[in-house]
């Protein structure tokens, strides 16, 4: 008995919604299997990564607090990829995002009005797309690999960043500490009622999503999306450019990062500091995979991941389990994801070997292959087909 | 040969199924010693399954396959090749870097030493008129100069049965009758050979028997010399063919449509074919044929006509109805009335992962734009539309699929053909050009996509149909030009011209100035 995947002729309905699900559930039930490794109470451990967060209002006000920076640089992640882009260094224009727009309260520091906080971030997400511009370019000019280029600017950002809150930009009354003034009130993101901590980043997430659902879904530039990631060659007969498509949807999603970074710089922390290198642009990815590239599902997938970053401190404090389990669950979550989109386009069949047929016949002088027969692996046919380009 | 004579190999209820798909149903199948056996039908009748089995790179799912009159399993293709089976694929498999008796002897026991196999490769290729040097680059022969060392290769071990799958597909004419001549040399020896075609002409010239295969069971085995084409075809499409015939028309009347003065184009990629001064015009009302043998520039020339490629055309002009076309990207030849068709129907005419309505947005958006988009700027697609004349398109192709608006990719390559062709034809273009349009098609519907050329072209447009079918390009074309090389011969009027001269002109004599390409 072996198992099989055969292709689907069309994509399953019921395991494109599912899909997430089944890889929530396989993500768990690896938890399981790591709690018990470290000797802890799975259910114990479950209960504080998954549902305490939601249980008290602090606590699942933290979660809307990083389900912000996620879902707004998922959704341009999601753009990215549904164009063929791979786009590995959201960390990076989230950072510059975050640079550009604290600039101006830095360079400006006496001004207040109403203007300042929608010139911060519109710098921030011109920063962000700038910084996405850099891997586009190398990759439609010199055809550099994306991949690597955009994670290497990561840690070019990260350094840049790090230098301009120790040095040039540090607060001199900041009792030596890295980071910038804090902003003054008219640079920071208002929150979403009195003494909270979440704040209207989260309103421009949702309000996004929506807009660019629509844009994906029912408009010409979404479809011309479609088109040149699934085939560049017919996307050029349809007359869209893959260069031109590669530079945009870097600069979408490198200004969706950068709005990410001036968020949580003007409305979290209210200044640049050191310490907004947190991986939300790497935990992005899964949002954005988890989300099925969907900018409303990706919203729904933030939340989940946002989940995982409290119920991991959670259960840093109760259980004594490291932080490092959060990266752990993030990582599982992404493998299994990736796996149950298989199930999409394939289906799982299981193959019995068939019992005596007549074309197995004894045949005298094939000795030492004979018992191949009709048995042998389909998998091994079409390598042996393959290589004499069978194509009859 | 005679009836009586004992079969080499029989097949008895050969059935494969694959899923709920009957590829072969009960094939009973039978070849004998010293003749030639030709398999016809479309494609999708199972031919290359049946073959597969015999050749051991499929399975039966049920039957019996007897070799000399006794049961045998085949379980490899080493195990065939090692029985007295050889094949010779449509698709070579061969390393250009290498010499022709390195490519040889990879096939063979690694102790066989290379010069032993350049030896007996030079005196098979003396016996059986194939001329070949084995110590040539492959990089540097020709199609049909690689064909021999297939058919050496397969010669090598000596087989008893000998299966040619389409070996006529990449060779000019004259290096088809060089073939036939060693096709009837081994059959004079006594072996048998399994002829799969589906060019029915050579079919009556060279087999004494015929099996024909239609929805993966045999419908008849008959004696090919005494049908005529049109019944061979018929019984592989199971009706009688419509026989197409081109309106006639006076071309010193029409306008001309398209104009191409001095159109030259570097290759983009090493082994792309440069263009160079291609000149000719196209009247209203006529299909210009381009004849040629694969990979002479006929893609790069398409792209060029297009406007897909990325470069412009380093020298010329294309005038579309007095209009000049040269700077414009493919969208904006389609608005001024241009439509195209390419070889390829997989990712580059549609995108298989999406539904019917969006490859047809795919061609149209800006030729329809008025219809398909509404919201002004934002380019809001406005489904109903597209619905409607994707609607339209599959009645008037008569598109067959099991969805309402399935995946491009589900449909059968003659049915995505006529919804490509369909979605062009649907727009009235006043020029439609067309790279291979029946490839891989079969019968039925390649005679549905012809005279639908045909037809646009009686209505007025201009037809540029580039093709590798020379029965294509002579059942349809008005005039017919060849393109060898990356340059086009002058077009000449169809009557005027003999499969001979068609031929002559493939192997770039003429634009190498009497240089003959072996």
Redesign the interface.
Known sequence: MRVELTKRSDASPLFSIASPFIALLLTMAAGVIMFLLLGKDPITGLYTYFVQPLLDTWSLEQVLVKATPLALIGIGLAICFRSGNWNIGAEGQYLIGGAFGAAIPVFLPGVDTWLLLPAMVLMGMLGGALYGAIPALLKTRFGANEILTSLMLVYVAQQLVDWLVRAPWRDPKGMGFPGTPSFPPGGQMPKLWQYADAHYGLVLAIVLAVVIWFVLSRTMKGFEIAVLGSSARAGRFAGFSAKRMTIFAFCVSGALAGLAGIAEVSGTVGKLDDKLSLGYGFSAIIVAFLGRLNPLGCLAAAFVLALTYIGGENAQIAMGISDRATRVFQGLLLFFVLASDTLIQYQIRVVRPKPDKPSQTHQPHSGPIQGRGSGSPQGKVIASAGQTEMNA | MSADEPKLLETKGLTKVF?TLFANDKVDFDIRPGEIHALLGENGAG??TL??ML?G?????????EWRG????I???S?ARRMGIG?V?????LFEALTVAENIALSMQPDVQTSQVAERARELSNQYGLPLDPYALVGDLSVGERQRIEIIRCLMQDPSLVIL??PTSVLTPQEADTLFETLFRLRDEGRAILY?SHRLEEVQRLCSRATIMRHGKVVDICDPREETAATLAARMVGAELQDIRPAPVSLDAAPVVLSVRGLSLAPDNPFAVALKDINFDVHAGEVLGIAGIAGEGQGEFFSAL?G?VEQLPTGGKIELSGEDLSAL???ER?KKGAA?V?E?RH?????T??RLT?NM???R??SDQDSF?S?GG????VRSAIRAATDRVNAAMDVRK??PD??AG?LSGGNLQKFIMGRELDRQPALLVVNQPTWGVDAGAAGHIRQSLVDLAASGSAVIMISQDLDEIFSIATRIAVIAKGTLSEPTDAAKMSREAVGLLMTGQAADGGQVAA
Do not use: Y
């Not at chain 2, 790179?57 to 396959?65: C, D, F, I, K, M």
């Open positions: 899923g031919k290359s073959v597969k050749f790179s499929l399975q039966p799912t049920e039957g019996v396959v006794e049961p045998v399993s379980p490899s293709p195990t094949m694929f449509q698709h070579f498999s799958d389409e799969i297009s897909e990207n493919i969208s389609r195209f390419p390829e990712g580059h005419g549609a995108v992962g999406m969006d947005l795919l061609a958006h800006k988009q919201g934002l380019g809001v697609i099991g969805a399935p995946n589900s």
